[in-house]
C-alpha cells in the first residue's frame, strides 16, 4: 500500500501494511527507515490506531 491523506506515513515513495489491532509495517526508501509496530493488544481501528499513529508522528522529519 502507498501513503495516501488518509493513512499517512513516510514520502511517497513509501510502502507498507496495516494489520490487525493496529499493528503496521513500512519502509521509506527516502529516509532509510523501515519500522514495524506490533501490538500484544488488540486496538479498536484497522488503521489509525492512536498507538501507532503517534510513533509514526515522532519519525517524521521535522518541516515535512
Given amino acids: 500500500m502507498k501513503p495516501s491523506p488518509q493513512w499517512r506515513f513516510g514520502h511517497a515513495g513509501a510502502f507498507g501494511a496495516p494489520g490487525a ?6 519502509a521509506d ?4 527507515i523501515a519500522y514495524a509496530y506490533v501490538t500484544n493488544r488488540m486496538g479498536t481501528t484497522i488503521a489509525g490506531d492512536p ?5 509514526r508522528e515522532a519519525l517524521r522529519p521535522i518541516g515535512r
Fill in 29 to 32: 526508501p527516502d529516509a532509510g
Fill in 51 to 55: 498507538r501507532d499513529v503517534a510513533l
Fill in 21 to 26: 489491532g493496529g499493528s503496521l509495517g513500512y
